[in-house]
């Protein structure tokens, strides 16, 4: 069974920092391409931070310059440091690990973290 399993949302003022974590399990952690999307209110669900197999990383305009992604293989995690936050960064944050194999594509997905950056 796989499982992605996020944690360290909450509530953080204007400013403030978070760290998100997503623990996985039941999957060859080190293959897979690891990202963070994110869902705000009336919004859709956008990819925010993707960080590839051999550590490569690309992020959304929006967050560039204020969120990191990386990753423990050793651990099976993968973490988004939040700085910066503001009132658009507002959403349930989802962790997702794809990896394409034997002509297949295995997509897994957590339940979500909420993010809230209110005064």
């Known amino acids: 069974q796989v499982l992605l399993v996020e944690s360290g949302g909450g509530l953080v003022r204007p400013g403030g920092s978070l760290r998100l974590s997503c623990a996985a399990s039941g999957i060859t952690f080190g293959r897979y391409a690891m990202s963070w999307y994110r869902q705000g209110p009336g919004k859709e669900r956008e990819l925010v931070a993707k960080i590839t197999s051999i550590g490569s990383t690309n992020y959304a305009d929006s967050v560039k310059g204020r969120f990191t992604i990386s990753r423990d293989n050793g651990k099976s995690t993968v973490y988004l440091q939040m700085n910066s936050l503001n009132s658009e960064d507002t959403a349930v944050y989802y962790c997702?690990?794809?990896?394409?194999?034997?002509?297949?594509?295995?997509?897994?997905w957590g339940q979500g973290t909420q993010v809230t950056v209110s005064s």
């Open positions: 997702n690990a794809q990896w394409y194999g034997g002509g297949y594509e295995y997509d897994y």
